[in-house]
């Protein structure tokens, strides 16, 4: 048994993955691949209008938002949004949360102007700026839910009249969020949704067509959604697998459901860092990440030998981000207790060796 705790391309329920395998070789008995027919045959519309609609029920969309699945990449969203949202006579505020979040602020100084009203930089990331004040006037704040190198997460977000852009990447239907209130959400799918290829997005209607620049029809939100996530060719299979994933949320309990589990994976691996002698996390207590969780060893001449252990046991993906070093457990949606587990079994092992 092999168990996926790679960061991003990431783990995959195994029954989505046996079911967009047959829809390569045959799709809904049409004899035809998926990755052979129009995006506009009545059998892909159908797999969009399904993977909207499952978006919308799972994550309680009211119908000021509008559902997009977008190609480009979370990364695309940096400039995306700020094109879109923010003048060159504007502000925006951003969180600089980590790597995510600095590319962010980075391609949104492009459109106008920006200020980094809360960091964590100088603790290398390790916790969520808190208490900052928000100036109303701002066009909008930007956060990172989930900081995917780190290991750290909002576990709330800041009170404010100030419009909220949020990079959900790492986080989205892992736990229940309230998007009505955000502006702007967007997640690249490979973290938690599908296969790399397509980017979810969900934006208030409202908030739209109100910037002077000329906007590249592909770079257009409204263009989008006009077309229902069909302006040009969609990621057809990135969009149909993300649909499967959705499907499996709701037969697990929905969102709500899923986060039970989260907790339950989460805290049984955080306890066995707290309790095991050989190992610590860097990250502040209150926004420890349930999705990516980040652990060090005391003794850092013992890492290869542990990542050694870890895939004698079948346990894959561990090594720590290069910024951060150590280990980084990706425990999303589709990983098990079982994984937990096992990797649970190997630190205990290590410590009576070597503790
Ligand atoms: C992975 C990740 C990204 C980048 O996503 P791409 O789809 O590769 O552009 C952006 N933000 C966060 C939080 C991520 O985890």
């Known amino acids: 048994m092999k168990y996926n705790f790679y960061a991003g391309p990431a783990i995959l329920p195994r029954e989505v993955i046996e079911e967009a395998s047959k829809a390569v070789l045959d799709f809904n008995g049409m004899g035809f691949?998926?990755?052979?027919?129009?995006?506009?045959?009545?059998?892909?519309?159908?797999?969009?209008?399904?993977?909207?609609?499952?978006?919308?029920?799972?994550?309680?969309?009211?119908?000021?938002?509008?559902?997009?699945?977008?190609s480009g990449g979370a990364s695309s969203q940096f400039f995306m949004a700020p094109m879109n949202l923010l003048d060159e006579s504007m502000k925006a505020a951003y969180v600089d949360t980590g790597t995510w979040a600095s590319k962010a602020i980075k391609d949104g100084k492009l459109y106008g102007q920006v200020d980094v009203i809360a960091s964590s930089k100088d603790a290398n990331y390790s916790f969520i700026p808190k208490g900052y004040t928000i100036d109303p006037s701002y066009r909008y704040l930007h956060l990172t839910s989930n900081n995917t190198i780190y290991g750290t997460q909002?576990?709330?977000?800041?009170?404010?009249?100030?419009?909220?852009?949020?990079?959900?990447?790492?986080?989205?239907?892992?736990?229940?969020?309230?998007?009505?209130?955000?502006?702007?959400?967007?997640?690249?799918?490979?973290?938690?949704?599908?296969?790399?290829?397509?980017?979810?997005?969900?934006?208030?209607?409202?908030?739209?067509?109100?910037?002077?620049?000329?906007?590249?029809?592909?770079?257009?939100?409204?263009?989008?959604?006009?077309?229902?996530?069909?302006?040009?060719?969609?990621?057809?299979?990135?969009?149909?697998?993300?649909?499967?994933?959705?499907?499996?949320?709701?037969?697990?309990?929905?969102?709500?459901?899923?986060?039970?589990?989260?907790?339950?994976?989460?805290?049984?691996?955080?306890?066995?860092?707290?309790?095991?002698?050989?190992f610590y996390t860097p990250t502040a207590h209150e926004d420890r990440s349930n999705m990516n969780i980040c652990f060090l060893l005391h003794d850092t001449e013992l890492e290869k030998e542990f990542l050694a252990k870890c895939k004698e046991a079948g346990c894959f993906g561990l090594e720590g981000h290069r910024s951060v070093g150590g280990f980084r457990a990706s425990v999303y949606n589709a990983m098990n207790m079982e994984g937990i587990e096992v990797l649970v079994g190997v630190m205990k092992e290590f410590e009576k060796v070597k503790g």
């Open 33 to 70: 691949s998926l990755l052979e027919i129009s995006h506009r045959t009545k059998e892909f519309i159908a797999v969009m209008d399904e993977a909207v609609a499952l978006v919308k029920e799972l994550l309680h969309i009211k119908d000021d938002h509008e559902v997009l699945f977008l």
């Open 154 to 278: 909002y576990k709330s977000f800041p009170e404010t009249s100030v419009p909220i852009i949020c990079d959900m990447s790492s986080d989205i239907f892992s736990r229940e969020i309230d998007i009505n209130k955000f502006d702007l959400i967007y997640a690249g799918a490979q973290k938690n949704m599908g296969p790399a290829g397509t980017t979810l997005v969900v934006v208030r209607k409202s908030a739209l067509g109100k910037v002077s620049r000329k906007i590249p029809a592909m770079l257009n939100y409204e263009n989008h959604i006009e077309a229902g996530s069909m302006y040009n060719t969609p990621p057809v299979f990135p969009v149909y697998v993300s649909m499967l994933t959705l499907r499996w949320i709701k037969k697990n309990g929905g969102v709500a459901g899923i986060q039970k589990m989260n907790e339950a994976k989460a805290d049984a691996l955080y306890n066995e860092i707290e309790r095991n002698g050989l």
